[in-house]
């Protein structure tokens, strides 16, 4: 049930848990008021990938809340907010995401350094059969050591210590392009 | 260009195979955590950076399956309990 109250002082609530409720109520269908976090919320609900400036009014409602691994959780529907790459099996990615949503906060972690590591590497999202893992898929032209020697940098500074919220769910994938 | 192959002998006292090398097109890099008695966990990770598949004969008994010859490393990234480290470094 969606606390329609909450939206009269916007600014008492922090920005991930408004959009996180915003979200919570457009799943279920409830009757919200407007305002400009509701609009970036239909936004990227209804047309995700419309327009530049929709992803950036939402910027700071993506920071969500960090734990102590610095993962960051945000609800499912936000993966087209921030994810910049392609997706492959949208519904199995969706799906994944929904049994362990603290997937979504890795993702964000995940495409930040590993678009930084291969800069000119496309990232891919890719769900499993059973919807259960989520890929990171990293399409590069580097061989298959200087590749590994790059990912190795990534899971020492960073995916190591993170993926702990995952539960195994989430892990990346190198495809080697010619 | 054809990829130059190689000869491959997996036991010391068994045949010899010709081995095509098969470049790797996707390798996903799962890590298995394994819990240990002591309260370590280690994290670890299989390495394949080269492949190859025999193409001169299978492997005997195998229904004609190809033999795969695999270079691979292992990573291993323990976390380790303090009470465990020894007093002194070595």
């Known amino acids: ?178 | 260009m054809a990829k130059e192959t190689y000869t491959w002998r997996p036991a010391d006292d068994g045949p010899e195979f010709e081995m095509l090398p098969v470049e790797i097109v996707r390798s996903e890099e799962s890590w298995v955590k394994l819990f240990l008695e002591d309260g370590t966990v280690l994290r670890v990770k299989i390495v394949v950076s080269k492949v190859g598949r025999s193409i001169d004969k299978p492997i005997p008994g195998r229904n004609g399956e190809p033999l795969y010859h695999i270079q691979s490393g292992t990573i291993v990234v323990a976390d380790v309990p303090k009470e465990l480290y020894f007093t002194e470094g070595g």
């Open chain 1, 1 to 178: 049930m969606f606390p329609s109250d909450s939206l009269h002082g916007t600014l008492a609530v922090d920005d991930s848990t408004l959009y996180a409720m915003h979200l919570q109520a457009l799943e279920e269908d409830a009757e919200v008021e407007s305002s400009s976090y509701y609009a970036a919320a239909i936004a990227f609900t209804v047309a995700p990938r419309a327009a530049t400036w929709t992803r950036y009014l939402a910027a700071p409602i993506l920071r969500g809340h960090e734990d102590a691994t610095g993962a960051r959780e945000v609800r499912p529907l936000a993966m087209d907010a921030y994810w910049r790459g392609s997706i492959r099996n949208r519904a199995r990615v969706l799906d994944a995401i929904r049994k362990t949503p603290r997937i979504n906060g890795l993702l964000i972690g995940a495409q930040d350094r590993l678009s930084a590591l291969f800069p000119e590497s496309p990232l891919i999202l890719e769900g499993d059969l059973d919807g259960q893992q989520v890929y990171v898929v990293v399409q590069t032209s580097l061989d298959v050591d200087a590749a590994r020697d790059v990912l190795d940098d990534f899971d020492r500074s960073w995916w190591l210590e993170s993926m702990g919220p995952a539960n195994g769910n989430m892990s990346v994938v190198l495809e080697f392009i010619t």
